[in-house]
């Protein structure tokens, strides 16, 4: 029988393993396609501490209309997809009234805390500490009005302890040279960190687990089950092993594991999109936000990563790479001098839950299995901190944060 079983070989199953591995546990990670190989391959590469906001949110639901009307825009439903998102989106909308924000805020705020704790020590293990960027993010607006409607956020970071500057002129020049005239205002953030590449730091974190012992096993997991002493894993062949305890962190692909369990989590899934453009297509100082068209530019050891936005439309319909093109032309439009030219697309399922906090606690059905999943856009950021908690949560620890806002019964 095995020690723990972790479904999902992203970065946080990475995290979690190594977690573990610190406890002196044996690990053995089981993905479908293998280590990073879906949404933590491709994603911007930040560690976005600073980024407590909840998305659901009294701000986006007045932003959320105009958005829709655009199908490229930062947040698009395919119209297909709309009946089968329409609870999700209920939820979604009870979770951004201003109560409810409050309370989802704060408990971001308690996991970020954790996350600029954990990170270091995490990366510094790997041997991945050298990968971090600590330039800062630049937020940027096209109009005083622009940065006039976001200040309730940047107050609500500031209540947290979160450093940052509001910047125009002279000092927006420094900070990002060669800048459309039409960006007026930004805001420097000097505790949001990236990483040269996100695939990278993965990849060396699953190198120092299995230098360690641990085992990853490409194989897709159909239903994880209680079993006498344990949990029951079965395989997509028929197949099945034991394990003392399992972990089930495979994001977007969580879901029906969960209800197998008797667990119905409302997950979704934000379909994100970007584009990397060669080295040299610009210089990128740090990771620029584009908050009001929903994406980022981002600059990594293998180029210039374009992309984000939200698409809620599942994981069975086809990619819409024409929302990748939508941002690179905006991105050109507001970096003149940028070469858009061989570029690299790429679409990633990021795991999304109404209230914009993560499910991590044990299941309905046995405690032997602990749940880790729906980080949304945050998985790199709070992946540390998530392999901290599952730990202690395993050994029988009282875990550094409470964990009410994030049990799997919430719902």
Known sequence: MHDVAIIGAGIIGLAVAAALQDDGRQVLLLDRRGVAQETSRGNAGALAFSDILPLASPGIMRQAPRWLLDPLG???????????????????????RPNRADASLAAQAGLMALAVAETPGMLDRAGAGHMVR?????????????????MPGWQARARHGIAFEHVRGPRLAELQPGLHPR???????????????????????ADRVTARGGQIETRAVLRVAAAEGGVQVKFADGTTLLAHRAVIAAGAWSKPLAQGLGDRIPLETERG????LPP?????????????????????STGLRIGGAV???????????????AM???????????RTEGGQQWMGFRPSLPDSLPVIGPASATPHVVYAFGHGHLGLTQAAATGRIVADLIAGRSPPIPLGPFRPTRF
């Open 74 to 96: 930062p947040l698009a439903i395919p119209p297909a997809y709309f009946p089968t998102i329409l609870p999700w989106l209920m939820r979604f909308w009870r979770a951004s």
């Open 134 to 150: 600590r330039d800062g993010s630049l937020q940027l607006y096209e109009s005083e009005a622009e940065l006039a409607a976001v």
């Open 183 to 205: 960006l007026v205002a930004g805001t420097f953030v000097p505790g949001w960190h990236t990483v040269s590449d996100p695939y990278d730091v993965a990849c060396r974190l």
């Open 273 to 276: 999109y970007n584009t990397t």
């Open 280 to 300: 040299g297509a610009f210089d990128l100082r740090r990771q620029l936000i584009f908050g009001g068209h929903g994406f980022v530019a981002t600059p990594l």
């Open 311 to 325: 698409e809620l439309g599942g994981l069975k319909l086809p990619p819409n790479m024409a929302r990748a093109d």
């Open 328 to 338: 690179l032309r905006r991105a050109a439009a507001f970096l003149p001098g940028l």
